[in-house]
């Protein structure tokens, strides 16, 4: 009866999946287009999150300890994990996806005054471009490759399949923002800087440097926004709606949710770019 059970066990781990973590779900979609069933995907940040104040599960530390390889995307919470947790990730193959990638800095792009506030910290949402989402695939491919170089030819013919889907995405973005009349929209997370530095776009964030804004600086942002006739603020789910719900009474603006952190990357992105339509038409 042992000798039977000590089999079952060892064809059990024969047969189980690598592990795979990643720091958010838009990083699982990449990781599933490439590698597709081959690994199981450890997800460390859930979605509806703040992925700049998260607490971690212990099943997920068990998890990523035990991973083959760890996707970075440049979160300042993969620093605590790595200095935390450095003696039992000695193993881990860590990778980060922006390799090749110029990040921004945070606010680059938006219209506040910022003079009053920190600046110099890169701007980490790059998986919100999906022209920068090329270069990305093209890292996982690299490491899935080198890390499992049996199933090489495998990830290949789905990294080609996955950059095709890619240059799909960014025409039909390109397409629906191609005659709107305007380019300023107000999000309480500044997480879109790259979308709508691709698209010739201008965010406009609520939240200033990870806080609340304070009311001098609610009241530059109604300023703006009757300047720019701006009549709906976006806001993230995990993210406070309180100043949100300011602005949409003294602008009459309608509040709408978009979700950086989808799983559903595509379809979510989607759903983003036709509310940006329909907010700036």
């Known amino acids: 009866m042992l ?11 024969a047969f189980s999946k690598p592990i795979v973590s990643v720091s958010i779900p838009p990083q699982a979609f990449f990781v599933e287009k490439i590698a597709k069933d081959s690994v199981e995907i450890n997800i460390l940040i859930s979605p509806n999150s703040n992925e700049h104040n998260v607490e971690f599960k212990p099943m997920m530390i068990k998890n990523l300890e035990k991973s083959k390889i760890y996707f970075l995307a440049d979160l300042e919470l993969e620093k605590i994990l790595e200095n935390k947790f450095k003696n039992t990730l000695k193993n881990v193959k860590i990778v980060n996806i922006n390799d090749g990638i110029s990040l921004l800095e945070n606010d680059e792009t938006d ?27 093209q890292n996982i491919y690299k490491a899935l490759s080198q890390t499992f170089p049996q199933n090489k030819d495998f990830y290949a013919k789905n990294l080609d399949d996955f950059l095709k889907e890619l240059d799909d995405l960014n025409s039909v973005i390109k397409t629906n923002l191609q005659d709107i009349k305007h380019r300023e929209f107000i999000v309480y997370h500044p997480s879109w800087n790259y979308l709508a530095k691709r698209y010739n776009l201008i965010q406009i964030p609520v939240e200033i440097d990870g806080k609340e804004p304070k009311i001098q600086d609610l009241q530059k942002l109604i300023k703006i926004a009757k300047e720019k006739n701006i009549k709906v603020i976006f806001v993230q789910p995990g993210f406070s709606e309180n100043s949100a719900k300011v602005l949409s009474k003294e602008l009459n603006a309608k509040i709408v949710f978009i979700d950086h952190l989808a799983k559903d990357w595509d ?4 759903k983003t770019i036709q509310a940006l339509k329909m907010a700036l038409e």
């Open 3 to 13: 000798k039977i059970l000590l089999l079952l066990l060892s064809c059990a781990l």
């Open 111 to 137: 219209e506040h005054d910022h003079d009053e506030h920190e600046h110099g910290k890169n701007d980490p949402h790059t998986w919100l471009d999906p022209v920068l989402v090329k270069i990305q695939a």
């Open 267 to 270: 379809k979510e992105l989607l």
